[in-house]
């Protein structure tokens, strides 16, 4: 997918595409930071600008990088939008950065919130993705102890939770 330099950018930054993720994505400018990057690499799976995918990576990604099938996966999703949930270092001076998102899309017809914590690294060459994290969403917890079916019923009624509170269900 092309897009239009004054198209706001598809990472979600406010900025045209022009001034934002546009000119690192065609190598005319380096990520300033490691949210930078990660913004360019989300727009990247928007635009459908792979090969930048690989080359914004440590070379051990590169080496087990699937360009096929991150361009099936990149033209098959629908692509919603970006939530930068945090960011830890990554700046300009730094060397290293973490930066927390969800990526929202829609795949074979099902929404996806892809939440992930990813580690960068900068080196002589700029700020590279090292690896990512998936973060599961936190599970409903039971305070209380399930009721069985032949479990007395909670309501002190003295019967069977099936035969009282339980029935129908």
């Not at 546009?22 to 400018?29: C, E, F, K, Q, Y």
Request: hydrophobic share 25%.
């Amino acid at each position: 997918m092309t897009m239009n330099k004054e198209e706001k950018c598809p990472c979600g930054s406010g900025q045209t595409y022009g001034e934002c993720c546009g000119p690192i994505l065609d190598g005319g400018v380096k990520a300033p930071t490691a949210e930078a990057l990660m913004r360019a690499r989300y727009s990247a799976y928007v635009t459908e600008h792979i090969p930048f995918l690989k080359s914004s990576a440590v070379k051990a990604v590169q080496d087990e990088f699937d360009e096929k099938a991150s361009t099936t996966w990149s033209r098959a999703a629908k692509w919603h939008r970006l939530e930068i949930v945090r960011t830890e270092k990554g700046g300009p001076d730094d060397t290293t950065g973490v930066v927390e998102f969800r990526a929202a899309y829609t795949a074979n017809g099902e929404f996806c919130n892809h939440h992930e914590i990813s580690t960068f690294v900068k080196d002589d060459e700029g700020w590279k993705f090292e690896d990512g994290e998936l973060v599961g969403e936190t599970p409903v917890v039971r305070e209380e102890p399930k009721v069985g079916r032949n479990d007395p019923c909670p309501c002190g009624s003295g019967k069977k939770y099936k035969k009282c509170c339980g029935k129908g269900k």
